[in-house]
């Protein structure tokens, strides 16, 4: 079935790292992506993976991908107020582009 | 490079009316696809479009309605409208293609009274 899960809340002191953690169930699945929603704002992407790669790398963002467990994770290294925000991961199924998505994570950064 | 646009940003209506809402892609980018958002159920897929044809449709009733012109702008109608329709409705767009890239606007926030 389809299924995407992620824990709701994240609170991190600033210059931390945050570990965002999401699980999903369809091996099928062929990308796998993260979203940032600000307050009143639609979804801005953050970074994606495809499913045959480990791990992926943008600038502050590392994303990790261990398909044997369907299990991916988003870090984002030396975390500022600005990324206050609900992140929501997503899958995609083989051609399609109908994303499943996660309930979100509320990250909350403290000074 | 202008990125999905969604109009309007804003609305309200009364139960019963019906309502249009108007998606513009990134140019060149040919799929199109809308997405419910509630606080009880979240991100949903309502139905995606390609070179003016339905592709694929999520779990809604048949008062949901889209289309796709052949600018590759789409419209999504609700008929009938209930309380439980009022949410943010988002509209993505992505080249043909393998390419993985999927970009949403910033969303239309019906109100439904």
């Known amino acids: 079935g389809e299924d995407v899960e992620q824990s709701l809340f994240l609170s991190v002191r600033e210059g931390d790292s945050s570990v965002i953690n999401c699980t999903y169930t369809?091996?099928?699945?062929?990308?796998l992506y993260w979203y940032k929603q600000e307050p009143g704002a639609g979804l801005q992407l953050l970074t994606y993976i495809f499913s045959n790669m480990d791990m992926k790398q943008d600038q502050r963002l590392t994303v990790l991908l261990n398909k044997k467990d369907k299990h991916l994770s988003l870090r984002i290294a030396d975390t500022q107020t600005g990324d206050s925000a609900i992140y929501f991961c997503?899958?995609?199924?083989?051609?399609?582009?109908?994303?499943?998505f996660g309930s979100g994570t509320r990250l909350l950064v403290r000074p | 490079k202008a990125g999905v646009t969604q109009t309007p940003r804003y609305l309200i209506k009364t139960r019963g009316q019906q309502v249009t809402l108007s998606c513009s892609p990134i140019?060149?980018?040919?799929?199109v696809s809308w997405y419910q958002q509630t606080p009880g159920q979240g991100l949903q897929f309502l139905f995606e479009y390609f070179s003016e044809t339905q592709r694929n449709k999520g779990n809604f009733p048949g008062r949901f309605s889209g289309r796709q012109f052949s600018n590759s702008r789409s419209e999504m109608n609700v008929s009938t409208l209930e309380l439980g329709d009022s949410a943010l409705y988002l509209c993505?767009?992505?080249?043909?293609?393998?390419?993985?890239?999927?970009?949403f606007g910033e969303g239309s926030r019906l109100t439904v009274l």
């Open positions: 993505a767009s992505t080249q043909a293609g393998n390419t993985g890239e999927l970009f």
């Open positions: 997503a899958e995609r199924m083989d051609s399609s582009y109908k994303l499943i």
């Open positions: 140019s060149g980018h040919r799929s």
């Open positions: 369809d091996s099928s699945s062929t990308y």
